[in-house]
C-alpha cells in the first residue's frame, strides 16, 4: 500500500514558475514507476509527465514539453515536477500517481493504482 500527498501548488502569473511535490509512504516506492496527470475543470484528466522507477526514462506530453521536468528523490520518497513558463491552461487540480508493473511507466491513468488527493494550480494572465 502506498500513500501520497501532493504539495506545492498555487496561484502565479504567466511564464511563472512552480514545482509540485509528491511525498509517498510505504514500502519500497523507490520501485513504483511514477506519473502526474492534471485536470482541469469541465475537462477530462490527461496525462502531464511519467517516470519510471529507475529514474532514467521520462514521457511528456506534447503541451508541456520543454517546459515541465519530472524528478524523483528515491531518498526521501518524492517525485517533483517543475514547471517553467507557466501558461494559463495549465490551470488545472495536479494528481500524483504511482503503479509497481515489470513495463515502463504509463502514460494512461487507469493504470496507475495508487493516487495523491491534488494541488491546485492557477496560472492567471
Known amino acids: 500500500q502506498v500513500q501520497l500527498v501532493e504539495s506545492g501548488g498555487g496561484l502565479v502569473q504567466d511564464g511563472g514558475s512552480l514545482r509540485l511535490s509528491c511525498t509517498a509512504s510505504?514500502?519500497?516506492?523507490?520501485?513504483?514507476?511514477v506519473a502526474w496527470f492534471r485536470q482541469a475543470p469541465r475537462k477530462e484528466r490527461e496525462f502531464v509527465a511519467a517516470?519510471?522507477?529507475?529514474?532514467?526514462?521520462?514521457s511528456y506530453t506534447d503541451s508541456v514539453r520543454g517546459r515541465f521536468t519530472i524528478s524523483r528523490d528515491s531518498l526521501k520518497a518524492t517525485v517533483y515536477l517543475q514547471m517553467d513558463n507557466l501558461k494559463p491552461e495549465d490551470t488545472a487540480v495536479y494528481y500524483c500517481a504511482a503503479v509497481r508493473t515489470v513495463n515502463g511507466a504509463p502514460t494512461l491513468d487507469h493504470m496507475y493504482d495508487y493516487w495523491g488527493q491534488g494541488t491546485q494550480v492557477t496560472v492567471s494572465s
Open positions: 510505504g514500502r519500497a516506492f523507490s520501485s513504483y514507476h
Open positions: 517516470l519510471d522507477w529507475t529514474g532514467l526514462d521520462t
